[in-house]
């Protein structure tokens, strides 16, 4: 995400909300690395549940549809006591995948993975239906699985975890965010999607524009657009290692 303030008043006011997007920033950085930690230890727990590790490791179709019932009882559990997972897959090394819910839409690869042991990877934002038939944001994590011993040799990876996160949580902490005088709030997506807007002026940002703005080699940007000069404030939000 890429955190755009505008700010169209005078010079005593840009220089009060540039001050003040720096505190939103960091505000909304915190609450994303907070929520990042917590899907942390929710996918090492997972990933490294026994049950996992039985199921990925079955030699046989039986051995795997028993394991998967214990798989399914742990998916229950994280459905029930977490909130904002819409789903959660495992994926085997032959790319046969068990799954909570299976959002079909949702591309599931292994890209990014292969240097990535240990760590929680961001795979960025899409989009999924839920079985009420609405649209939905949400991140996308990975990790990689590595067996534990029991089967394939200490170390070696045996699959990996993926989730979806829902992504409301932002919008949810950008409504609380302090109002400012004559200043949109744009949160936008590394492949420049706009994908959530705080804005009382109506103003609006083609791609076109966003290239542009960050394109300009200066703080805070001076940019015009249908006319009228706007100030933009750029501040990069990261989830984990990685910008969104």
Do not use: C, W
Request: net charge negative; hydrophobic share 35%.
């Amino acid at each position: 995400l890429i955190f755009i303030f505008y700010i169209q008043s005078k010079n005593i006011v840009i220089d009060q909300n540039i001050e003040h997007s720096t505190e939103i920033s960091s505000v909304l950085q915190q609450n994303i690395s907070e929520r990042y930690k917590d899907i942390s230890n929710l996918m090492l727990y997972t990933g490294y549940h026994g049950s996992i590790s039985d199921f990925l490791n079955a030699d046989t179709n039986l051995e795997r549809y028993h394991a998967s019932q214990d798989v399914a009882d742990l998916f229950q559990l994280i459905d029930n006591t977490q909130t904002g997972i819409y789903d959660l897959y495992i994926t085997d090394n032959r790319g046969r995948v068990f799954y909570q819910y299976g959002y079909t839409n949702v591309k599931l690869h292994s890209s990014g993975l292969e240097n990535n042991n240990g760590q929680i990877y961001y795979d960025g934002l899409t989009k999924i239906t839920t079985s009420t038939n609405t649209s939905v944001k949400v991140f996308v994590f990975r990790m990689n699985i590595s067996s534990v011993g029991s089967g394939a040799p200490i170390g070696e990876k045996i699959g990996y975890l993926t989730v979806l996160l829902d992504a409301n949580f932002i919008n949810l902490t950008v409504k609380k965010l302090p109002d400012l005088s004559k200043t949109d709030i744009f949160l936008i997506e590394r492949d420049n999607n706009i994908f959530t807007r705080l804005s009382s002026s109506g103003l609006t940002l083609s791609e076109k524009d966003i290239k542009a703005i960050e394109n300009i080699d200066e703080s805070p940007v001076l940019y015009t657009i249908k006319g009228n000069k706007y100030l933009f404030s750029l501040r990069p939000i990261q989830i984990g290692r990685a910008h969104v």
